[in-house]
């Protein structure tokens, strides 16, 4: 399924407010009682939103970046590209629809969230997205050079 890309100038301020929101977190954990600063940030991200594994490629033409997202509706994820970034953002929603009660869950639910910066820039209205099988795949071809 083909999934839309929203082009931006830039996503720093959506990552700046994502590293707002973990450092908050980990300020409570550890007035809370917290061990030291590096597991109070790592327990604060997690808690935070659910960073899906991610593979990028770079291949003669531009990258591939694929996201392990199953579980998430495609019509949920919200992918902006940036000439030198990608966001991948969804809210995700896991409920309980059987009649027996759950032993063991370990399905995310909440706000996924994860970006990446490519060395080489982008062209992001040319980037495609698709979705299959759990999988998000996004084809970012490199930014023409200008001279």
């Not at 009682?33 to 770079?58: H, K, M, S």
């Not at 199953?70 to 309980?96: C, K, S, T």
């Not at 027996?100 to 982008?122: I, K, N």
Request: net charge negative; proline share 4%.
């Amino acid at each position: 399924m083909k999934i839309s890309v929203y082009c931006v100038d830039s996503v720093a301020g959506e990552i700046e407010a994502r590293e707002r929101q973990i450092a908050a977190r980990a300020e409570e954990l550890h007035d809370h009682g917290g061990q030291n600063a590096l597991d109070d940030w790592l327990a604060a991200e997690r808690e935070t939103f659910w960073r899906p594994a991610i593979e990028v490629q770079e291949h003669d033409n531009g990258y591939v970046v694929e996201a392990a997202v199953a579980g998430v509706e495609p019509g949920d994820l919200h992918i902006r590209m940036a000439p030198h970034d990608v966001v991948i953002e969804a809210n995700v929603h896991h409920r309980h629809e059987h009649t027996g009660d759950a032993l063991l869950c370990e399905f995310a639910t909440g706000s996924l969230f994860r970006s990446y910066h490519f060395a080489h820039p982008v062209d992001p209205a040319h980037t495609r997205a698709q979705y299959r099988n759990g999988l998000l795949r996004i084809t970012a071809p490199f930014a023409r050079r200008t001279t």
